[in-house]
Structures are given as structure tokens and as C-alpha cells.
């Protein structure tokens, strides 16, 4: 599985972005997706993710509320609307796949890796 993340860049505080992230080289409704972040310097925090068909859902702490992680398996991609931003939420996000339908916050998990797309949030 090959993962291709976009949609990155630089916002305002209490703005909005959508990250997009594309999969290709098989069958793309196999398993769990998510996203994660990371810090320079800092460990990768996981920020959500979703389950093979899209019903469940589930979010680390610190985005709850703020961010929705969506799918469209005939689309091959999976989506994470930010909104209410914080320059806390500044790093570098990555998309994960696994090819497992059970959700995990665990990156160990997650085998295939987009190459992140970075988000700034000025304050």
C-alpha cells in the first residue's frame, strides 16, 4: 500500500484545514486507517482514526471535538477536518493503514506510511 498525504500548510488560529490522504497498490477497504503527528524532537502522537467501513471513529484527547476523520473507500482516500485550530496543533501529519479492520492508537500497528504533509498554526 502506497500512501500519499496532502492538503498541509499554514493557517491562523481558529481556522480550518482538511488533510487528504490517497491510497493506491491494493485494495483499499481492508482496514483501519489513521492519522498521526509529530514534533520535531518529539514523539509521534496518534490524532485519529477510523475503522474499514467508516463507522467507528475515534480521537486522541487533545483533538476531540475539533477534528473528524472520514473515508471513502470508492475513492481510495481517507480525510481529517481540522478545525478550531491551536498552534499546539503545529507538526507534521502522517495518514497510516493496517491491514486489520480493529482501531489501534498504537503506530507500531499501522505497516504502511504516507510521507506526512505539514501544518502550521500561527498564534
Known amino acids: 500500500v502506497q500512501l500519499q498525504a496532502c492538503g498541509g500548510g499554514l493557517v491562523q488560529a481558529g481556522g480550518s484545514l482538511r488533510l487528504s490522504c490517497a491510497a493506491s497498490?491494493?485494495?483499499?477497504?481492508?482496514?483501519?486507517m489513521g492519522w498521526f503527528r509529530q514534533v520535531p524532537g518529539k514523539e509521534r502522537e496518534f490524532v485519529a482514526a477510523?475503522?474499514?467501513?467508516?463507522?467507528?471513529?475515534y480521537y486522541g484527547n487533545s483533538v476531540k471535538g475539533r477534528f473528524t476523520i472520514s473515508r471513502d473507500n470508492a475513492k481510495n482516500a481517507v480525510h481529517l477536518q481540522m478545525n478550531s485550530l491551536k498552534a499546539e496543533d503545529t507538526a507534521i501529519y502522517y495518514c497510516?493503514?493496517?491491514?486489520?479492520?480493529?482501531?489501534?492508537?498504537?503506530?507500531?500497528?499501522?505497516?504502511?506510511w504516507g510521507q506526512g504533509t505539514e501544518v502550521t498554526v500561527s498564534s
Open positions: 477510523i475503522s474499514r467501513g467508516g463507522v467507528t471513529t
Open positions: 497498490g491494493r485494495t483499499f477497504s481492508t482496514g483501519t
Open positions: 497510516a493503514a493496517k491491514d486489520t479492520g480493529y482501531i489501534t492508537t498504537t503506530e507500531v500497528r499501522y505497516p504502511y
